[in-house]
């Protein structure tokens, strides 16, 4: 539907259909553009033949501005990759032996193949890791967008570290903008080893557990909610170590309310949590629980800035 500059049926729609049913794949495919429509991935229009329309009444459906942001190479960033991937067969085999998982009280994927998702994917299944991995590229490009556009926090540092920061994506649009920084991408070595060579950006393999590489300042976008407090205030005080007395870590992820609520956005968060099963440590977190994170790693606090959405932008401070 990206394709089309106006509205369209389901018959033209369908048209651009390798092989279908011209028969019934219109009438069985514009039923699912209603439902789709319904949830405001889609606007739905309709023309009687008395307003100009076809012989017969037909809707005529346009991506809405939040469909945009599932069709593939979106520039603003885009979900669909990411839905691949939480639908892959891989997923969904973990995903039944969620029961047993809560009973057991261990992770869904390690039920279902005797090992950890980040081990499986890579080892067994080479398509589903290439959908992971560009599904969490395309998810940056979202967060890196709103980041950019409200927190102002990236002034003043010369040197920022990157850790789990994959091919350097987010440090190439943080730099792009505040060219006085020099980046440092920090991840597993045969994840940086195929990163892109940029002027001002160093690709450091290694493992974020035993050393983290120097710098004004640290970013940790979406890492923290992959481990266990034990795994986090153990990475966070290397951290520590890593920034210089006036230096700082900046956390983005989702926070939990504190308290019981049912808007939107507490929903989602709840809904991201539950999601983080499929990791053995994996949770999100309460405000509460990142003062605690930041107190027990030496810092003094853990500051909310901004958020989008979920997200937070979170500072730790020595």
């Known amino acids: 539907m990206a394709r089309y500059d106006e509205p369209a049926s389901a018959s033209e729609i369908a048209s651009c259909f390798p092989e279908h049913n011209p028969d019934k794949t219109p009438m069985l495919?514009?039923?699912?553009?209603?439902?789709?429509?319904?949830?405001?991935?889609?606007?739905?229009?309709?023309?009687?033949?008395?307003?100009?329309?076809?012989?017969?009444?037909?809707?005529?459906?346009?991506?809405?501005?939040?469909?945009?942001?599932?069709?593939?190479?979106?520039?603003?960033?885009?979900?669909?990759?990411?839905?691949?991937?939480?639908?892959?067969?891989?997923?969904?085999?973990?995903?039944?032996?969620?029961?047993?998982?809560?009973?057991?009280?261990?992770?869904?994927?390690?039920?279902?193949?005797?090992?950890?998702?980040?081990?499986?994917?890579?080892?067994?299944?080479?398509?589903?890791?290439?959908?992971?991995?560009?599904?969490?590229?395309?998810?940056?490009?979202?967060?890196?967008?709103?980041?950019?556009?409200?927190?102002?926090?990236?002034?003043?540092?010369?040197?920022?570290?990157?850790?789990?920061?994959?091919?350097?994506?987010?440090?190439?649009?943080?730099?792009?903008?505040?060219?006085?920084?020099?980046?440092?991408?920090?991840?597993?070595?045969?994840?940086?080893?195929?990163?892109?060579c940029v002027p001002g950006l160093t690709h450091v393999g290694g493992d974020m557990f035993v050393r983290i590489p120097k710098g004004d300042a640290i970013l940790l976008k979406n890492v923290l909610h992959n481990w266990g407090d034990e795994n986090c205030v153990k990475l966070l005080k290397l951290c520590y170590d890593a920034i210089p007395e006036n230096g700082k870590v900046i956390v983005i992820e989702s926070i939990i309310p504190d308290t019981l609520s049912t808007g939107s956005d507490a929903k989602e968060a709840c809904l991201r949590d539950v999601t983080m099963f499929i990791l053995p440590e994996g949770k999100e977190r309460t405000r509460e629980e990142f003062i605690n994170l930041a107190r027990a790693s030496g810092f003094s606090d853990a500051r909310l800035i901004c958020s989008y959405g979920t997200e937070w932008v979170i500072e730790f401070h020595k």
């Not at 991935?41 to 076809?54: A, D, I, N, R, V």
């Not at 920061?165 to 070595?189: E, K, Q, W």
């Open 29 to 196: 495919l514009d039923r699912m553009l209603h439902l789709l429509s319904s949830f405001s991935l889609l606007t739905c229009t309709q023309k009687s033949p008395e307003e100009g329309g076809p012989p017969e009444a037909q809707r005529f459906y346009a991506l809405s501005p939040a469909g945009k942001y599932f069709v593939k190479n979106n520039v603003e960033g885009s979900l669909a990759t990411f839905h691949q991937f939480i639908s892959d067969s891989v997923q969904r085999e973990a995903w039944l032996r969620l029961k047993d998982a809560v009973i057991e009280g261990v992770s869904p994927c390690e039920l279902a193949y005797g090992l950890p998702i980040f081990q499986v994917i890579p080892q067994r299944y080479p398509e589903a890791y290439k959908l992971f991995n560009t599904a969490m590229s395309e998810i940056s490009t979202q967060t890196m967008k709103w980041l950019l556009e409200i927190y102002n926090g990236f002034d003043g540092i010369k040197s920022l570290v990157d850790v789990g920061g994959g091919n350097g994506a987010s440090l190439r649009m943080i730099m792009s903008v505040n060219p006085h920084i020099t980046g440092i991408n920090f991840d597993l070595p045969q994840v940086v080893e195929k990163a892109p």
